[in-house]
Each structure stands twice: as C-alpha cells, then as structure tokens.
C-alpha cells in the first residue's frame, strides 16, 4: 500500500475515520436525537359557577318638589289659593287724635304707616288686601305725602276730602281717588260721634270700585321670609322688646313684645291702642328716620301743614320676634317702592305678618330701642 506522510498508510486513515463515525452515531442514538417529543399532558379544570352580575336596583321616582305656597303680595302668608284673588290695594286715611279713638278696622290692615299732620297729631294710612273689613275709621283728609306712600301699590286711596293741590297730587301720582266730598260710595257718618270726627267707609265697597286696569294684586313693598321668624331681625342678636317712638310734642307711640302671642302691642303713650274692641298688634315695626318740611298751605285752624318727605334715604330700625335690626332705607321716585337693607347693604326680610312704619321727623322725633 502507499505511504502517507509521516509514516501512515491510507488504508489506515480511513478506518480510522470510518471507526470515529461509528462512535458518533452510536452517541447520537443513545441521546434520542430525532425522535419526535412527546404531547404535553393536559389537566382540566374542575367545573367552576361563576357568580352572575346582581341586577341594578331599580330607579324609585324622585318626589317632585312641593309647589311655593302663594302668598299675600303686602304681608306674606300664604293665601290658601292657587293664585292671589284679582282686588287691589285699598288704602284709607284714618284718624288718630283723642277724639277719634277708639278706631275701627286698623287690625285687619297688612300694612300701617302712622305719619305726622298739622298740630303735631299723628294719622294712618292703613293698606288692606288680603282682608276688607265692612267698617274703618274715622276716615279724614288726604295729605301731601299720601300719594308717594300709596303710588307704589297701583291701587285705591279712600279719603273723605282735602285741599285741591293734594287731590290734584294724588292722580298725577296715577292713584285712583275714592272720596266722600266727591260722591263716592261707601262712606257714612256715625251718630255716636261728632263731625268731622264720625265719617267711617267700607273697605269692601271702596274695592268694588277699582277701574278695570286697578282691579289686580299689588306688588310686594316689601320681602318676606319664608316662615315666621326666618325674617333677618328675627335672626338677629340684639334685643328688641319695646320701640319708644316720640313723633312729636303730641304724639308717643310705644310698641311692647309679647311673647305669648309672637307680636308687638301698640299703645298711645301708656294707653293700649283700641280698635274694634281689640289691642292692636304687629308682627313687625318698623321705625323711619325722614325729612320733613312745612309746606305753604295751612288747614282751617290756621296750622301750617306739614309734608313728610318719602322720596329720598334714611336710617331706621325693624323689630321683629323681640329681635331688632340697624336698617337703611331708599326711595329714588313717588312711585318706587321703599328698598330697605341692612347697614352693610344686605337685603333685609320681615316675618309673615302685618307690618306698622311709623315715621319719624329727622329734626323733632326720636325712638329708644331696648
């Protein structure tokens, strides 16, 4: 055989090769290379009950909200109606001297302004809407501040006369006049009592007689709490149980808390005011501060006649619940209302309830609150 190199013959090398794939093979079948891998076991799960999504709880129907309870446009209580009746503010001058009293009719009013007259004696305007009572009086004169007092309601002002300047005034302040000296129905003069201290009239007759574009409610002249004592004095701190309210040299009006009735008593110096046959009370007072100035008419005695000035701004003071409250107040025209808040300029609120506003001359009258 030939020789390789290095002494190895070529016969030899092969076997040597043939020997080594032998080897190989033999490894590679004892590793069980090529054998396809065995399926992987599969285990199955236990049959699990899936819990199920609890049904939305059912939507219960919201309450609706109860309805605002109508209210009477100038004291605030609830009218027991589905609207407020369609009659309008009648508002009548009543007397107040010694010789008128006791009146007749001043309790069922919604709203009295006590203002100062000739002499220093003082009169009412008093304002009825939400009740018309057959008999109030005695009924006098009108005078020159009535019409920026009554204007603001669109209504009625029954009078028994007065001078012609102030009649005049009266309609241009666009305010039905309603007069006995002018025929009007519903007066009468009174047996018991001598002139011109015996003219008595009907509220409910001065209503009938409304013009058609008067026949409806007033707007409110003042707001109102939702309920008896939520008013802003009856929230306040400061005590207010009795208002010594000095107009003039003539007049003192005091108002006393009481608490057993919730309201304030009204007396005429230290005799309780009477009007038919009853104390008369208030569930708010409310003391102005105003100008007033003579003007160049006199009444028959020769007495120069006074005019409160409403148009213009003040201080004051609202009692309520035995509660008093420091207010300001506002009016820009005759036929604006009266815009009253607190000192810092927050929107006031009374109680449910009839209201008293005396006013007080800036220069000669003054109150004591305590």
């Given amino acids: 055989m030939p020789t390789m190199p290095g002494g190895t013959t070529r016969g030899a090398r092969a076997g040597a090769v043939a020997a080594l794939v032998a080897v190989a093979l033999l490894a590679t079948a004892a590793c069980g290379v090529g054998e396809p891998a065995a399926p992987p076991t599969v285990t199955a799960a236990p049959d699990v009950a899936v819990p199920k999504a609890a049904p939305p709880d ?3 129907p919201q309450p609706k909200p109860k309805p605002m309870p109508v209210v009477w446009p100038l004291n605030g209580k609830p009218t027991g109606t589905k609207k407020v009746p369609a009659r309008p503010a009648v508002a009548v001058k009543i007397e107040n001297s010694v010789q008128a009293r006791p009146q007749s009719g001043l309790q069922q009013a919604d709203i009295v302004w006590e203002q ?5 004696i003082s009169r009412y305007v008093a304002v009825y ?3 018309l009572p057959g008999t109030v009086g005695p009924v006098r004169s009108v005078r020159p501040m009535d019409p920026a007092i009554v204007a603001p309601m669109r209504g009625i002002l029954a009078y028994s006369g007065g001078q012609p300047p102030f009649i005049r005034a009266v309609g241009k302040a666009k305010v039905q006049s309603v007069t006995m000296d002018g025929g009007d129905p519903g007066f009468r003069r009174s047996g018991d009592r001598a002139a011109p201290h ?4 009907s509220v409910r007759s001065f209503a009938k007689q409304a013009s058609k574009s008067r ?6 002249q003042f707001s109102y709490a939702a309920k008896v004592g939520q008013g802003s004095a009856a929230k306040n701190d400061r005590e207010g149980h009795v208002a010594d309210v000095r107009l003039s040299p003539a007049q003192r009006t005091v108002w006393r808390w009481k608490a057993k009735t919730k309201t304030y008593a009204r007396y005429d110096g230290s005799t309780p ?4 046959g009853s104390q008369l009370r ?12 003579n003007t160049k008419y006199r009444d028959p005695s020769g007495a ?3 005019e409160t000035q409403m148009v213009g701004s003040g201080k004051g003071v609202l009692l309520t619940r035995g509660k008093a409250l420091n207010v300001s107040w506002s009016k820009k025209k005759t036929g604006k209302k009266i815009v009253l808040t607190t000192r810092g300029g927050d929107p006031v609120s009374l109680d449910p309830g009839n209201l008293w506003v005396e006013l007080v001359p800036r220069d000669s009258g003054s109150w004591r609150v305590r």
């Fill in 282 to 293: 208030a569930r708010n007072v409310l003391v102005l501060s105003v100008k007033m100035k």
């Fill in 304 to 306: 120069p006649v006074p």
């Fill in 273 to 276: 005011s009477i009007s038919s």
């Fill in 215 to 220: 026949a409806t409610p007033p707007p409110a």
């Fill in 129 to 131: 809407q939400s009740k």
């Fill in 116 to 120: 100062v007259v000739e002499g220093g």
């Fill in 198 to 201: 015996n003219v008595y009239g």
């Fill in 58 to 60: 059912p939507v219960k």
